[in-house]
């Protein structure tokens, strides 16, 4: 389907029926826009995925500058609109599983769900540590929760069943505080029930170094362990001053116990000794049990973002000088962390330096997922189906 930057209802409909007439001709077509030829060996395997299940490859963008009424504020959770978040979110899912109804959309999502399993959201707190945080730093906002819990509840699914977290940090009051009742939330013990790190055999990430590095030993935290299923909400952040951009990847560092001891190998930066081109510790800690297999949907928190990874938000050029008010959405892990670090790095001012997407080449050698990277940006992909929406009025 052709990227452009406002796609209607009606538009959507009837690009999505001249897309499944050409799957039956071509089943490629269902999952990629190249024809088989033209595709690079390393894609091929994913044809073979549940054909119900979005394809890899495809990021949906949304965007709607009502989301928010932010003009600079501190407190920038205070300025976001609940009902057009709402909107992105339904919208969003619908054109990422080809669906006319959310209902349809999360069944294509989690096609087996049964009630009573319990479904993990992990949200990225960084930059809080107490349960009063109010320092303006970038940190999740409680909106585009809400708006999957009430997907979600249309499958059946009890709002106690789903489990907000970030093992490692601080889910504070403004965040929780704004929640639809009954949502579970698990931090690092500072203001929720503890995560907590058990010491079971299938707690340990297996991690798969070449000769002469050394990774300290990991556990993956007892939220997942629990959960059947997994949706990853990173925030877009630039300026890292290690990775240069963490996004999907590197949120799970609030997944695990330690993760402080991974930044020497993720330096794309400094580059200090443990440091490889040829391996990244993200790509083992995604090939866990317990994160990648369970992981039904990634949705990039955009609606601020940050230009500077733990700095207050501020507006982007490249969105007009305006905020982002975007979220994006896909069920391949690496092709939409490939479309926000084109995001980030096309934005001026932030510090991307050379290789900070490396490690989403490894993840798609491992067949974790589409790679593709447009520089300078353009907005067109040739092999990520990367469709953006526009619902501003």
Known sequence: MKSNDSLSRRDFLLSSSLLLGSAALNPLYRFFKKAPDDLPEIYLPFVARDTNRPPMGRVIHVRSTSATSWTGQKYFWNY????????????????????????????????????????????????????????????????????????????????????????????????TGGALNGISFYDGGY????????????????????????????RVTDVLRSASYLINMPIMKGDHPFAGVTLGFKNHFGSIISPGGMHKHIDVVGKPPGYRTDYNPLVDIYQCP??????????????????????????????????????????DPVAI????????????????????????????????????????????????DYQKLDLTP
């Open 80 to 175: 976001v609109n609940q009902n057009t978040v709402n909107s992105m979110v339904d919208q969003g899912l619908m054109l990422l599983t080809m669906t006319d109804s959310v209902t349809e959309a999360w069944r294509a999502l989690i096609p087996d769900y049964q009630i009573g399993q319990k479904i993990a959201i992990k949200v990225n707190f960084n930059n809080a540590t107490s349960c009063t945080d109010i320092d303006g730093g970038i940190d999740a906002i409680i909106e585009p929760v809400n708006a999957l819990v009430s997907g979600l509840e249309l499958i059946g699914v009890q709002r106690s069943d789903v489990c907000v977290y970030d093992a490692v940090r601080a889910l504070p009051t403004r965040f």
């Open 191 to 218: 203001c929720q029930t503890t995560a907590g790190f058990s010491t079971e055999p299938d707690s340990y990430i297996t991690f798969h170094p070449p000769p002469g590095v050394s990774i300290a030993t990991e």
């Open 290 to 331: 317990h994160i990648g297999a369970k992981t039904v949907l990634t949705v990039g928190d955009a609606i601020f973002a940050a230009i500077h990874y733990s700095h207050a938000p501020q507006t982007w050029s490249t969105f007009g000088n305006q905020l982002p008010n975007s979220l994006f959405f896909s069920a």
């Open 337 to 384: 962390d490939c479309v926000m670090h084109d995001y980030v790095l096309a934005q001026p001012g932030t510090n991307v330096p050379s290789g900070a997407n490396n490690y989403l080449v490894l993840a798609a050698n491992a067949r974790l997922g589409v790679f593709e990277s447009v520089n300078p940006w353009s907005s067109s992909y040739s092999i990520i």
